[in-house]
Structure formats: C-alpha cells, structure tokens
C-alpha cells in the first residue's frame, strides 16, 4: 500500500495488477456522519402525530353549572331563579332535582372531564350539591367552585374542589361544612330562615360574580342578611329575568332530567 489515494499493487500469478482503492478511516466515519444526518432530516420532515396537537386545558373551557333542588323538588325555587340569572349573564346552566346527581356524575365523567363543573344546591340539593362536587374532583374532572344553601345533613368537602361557599343560618336548620377549601358564610337574621334563604338576591348577587369571575373577593367577604340596612356586598350589574327562563342543557351533552316545575304548595312556607 502506497500513501492515501494511491492504487495497490498485487503480482498475481506473474503479471501485474491495478487493485481497487483501499477505502480511509476517516472516510469511512464522514460517510457515516452524512447518513446520520439525512435520516435526522427525514424524521424532522415527518408530519407530527394528531396526538401531539396541543389541547386545551379544562381550566380554560366556560364552566359548567348545575344547580340541585331539596325535598320534594319544591322547596327551592331559587335555585331556577339564580339559573335564569346565570343563564342571561351567558353561563350555561340547568336545575335538577337533588336526587340526580349521581346521574349528572356520570354524565360529565361519560365527556372526560373537559369542562370544569360548578355546583349549587339548597338544604338536601345542597348535600348533593357537595356529594356531587367530591365524585367529580375524585376523578379528575375540574370542580373550581361548590355553594350550597343551608346544607342539612353535609357530607366532608375534599380538598380537590377549588373552592366551597356555605351560606347557612347558625341559629337555624342549616350547618357547617368542614374542609380546608371551605368558606362559611353565617347569614342569620329575622327575615331569613331555610325556604327563603336560597331565593335572597344579595346572594345571588354574589355567587354570579364568583362565577363570572369579576367578583372574586366578594366570597371573601361576610354577607348580611337581606333585611339588614347597608349590604356590604358589590354592587356589581346582572341580568335579572324570571325564573321560567331558566337554563336547560347544552344540544350535544349526555341527558339529565331537569326538574319539572312544582305544582305542589305547602302552606305557610315561602317557595
């Protein structure tokens, strides 16, 4: 072997022969480099799987709101007031009887989980409300917020809910609700008592600005009874329209039975 690009020489058998040219090291490695570098290319020129896609967070997605009436599905007709509310404030929201949650569960579990859900209920609708806040933030699916309205017989709140707004009457049928997310708000007075505390708008007032979300610090405030002279809460604009208007659910989501107006009356009560 003569030096680099030069031809070997072979005798074979007498004569003299021009060998092929014997192949460098070092070229050897460039050729290597060179392949190494098109397959790269090759594979960054590949499109990128779906699944790669980014997706939204459910944190980003319009909420959802279900709110659960209590016993016999008639004491709570504010709860399909602050629906109308809500509704005409552009939140997507619908009334249930208590009973439903398991099934509303279901539902936005059947979806994965990619809308967050608020929960609102009154005295049984409220226990529900709190059963089913729990269900869904134990399997993953975003509970930001939870109220309840003088919860009766309340189950613990779990951590993974956001935020819990319990308005009760200390002196009355309502009771505390225990958890570190939880905020009790005492709202007794003379003019409140368990039929009408789910329809006084000082709290409606209130909860549509946490759900809207340009009311955040109202929650953090103690609220008055709606008798009381110089309420403390915001005064901040919202639609109010009938409670005939309230919200039914969205074309396209699993079906959950809304609650039927009442036709029933019990006397001496304030529906």
Do not use: C
């Not at 509310?85 to 929201?93: E, F, H, M, P, R």
């Not at 209920?121 to 993953?140: I, M, P």
């Not at 709202?187 to 340009?214: R, Y």
């Amino acid at each position: 072997m003569i030096g680099r690009g030069a031809y070997e020489l072979k005798r074979r058998r007498g004569a003299v022969a021009l060998a092929r040219p014997v192949p460098q090291p070092g070229i050897r490695l460039l050729h290597a480099v060179f392949l190494a570098l098109a397959l790269l290319l090759a594979l960054l020129a590949l499109p990128r799987p779906a699944d790669a896609a980014p997706r939204s967070s459910a944190s980003s997605a319009a909420p959802r709101v279900y709110l659960l009436r209590g016993l016999a599905n008639i004491f709570s007709l504010g709860m399909d007031d602050l629906a109308a509310k809500l509704k005409a404030n552009g939140v997507q929201a619908s009334v249930h009887a208590y009973p439903d949650w398991e099934a509303i569960a279901a539902s936005e579990q059947a979806v994965g989980g990619r809308r967050p859900v608020i929960v609102i209920g009154h005295s049984l609708g409220a226990d529900a409300a709190v059963n089913l806040g729990n269900r869904l933030a134990a399997t993953g699916v975003s509970v930001p917020l939870v109220v309840t309205f003088d919860p009766i017989t309340p189950p613990g709140v779990s951590p993974r809910i956001g935020r819990v707004v319990n308005y009760f009457q200390g002196t009355g049928e309502g009771k505390r609700l225990a958890g570190r997310t939880v905020r009790n708000v005492d709202v007794s007075g003379p003019d409140v008592d368990h039929f009408n505390i789910d329809k006084q708008p000082t709290l409606h007032q209130q909860v549509i600005a946490m759900i809207v979300g340009s009311g955040k610090a109202v929650a953090r405030s103690r609220v008055k009874p709606r008798s009381s002279a110089g309420s403390d809460v915001a005064k901040r604009p919202v639609a109010d329209v009938p409670a005939s208007a309230a919200a039914q659910p969205a074309a396209g989501t699993a079906p959950i039975p809304t609650a039927p107006a009442p036709t029933a009356s019990v006397a001496g009560a304030r529906l």
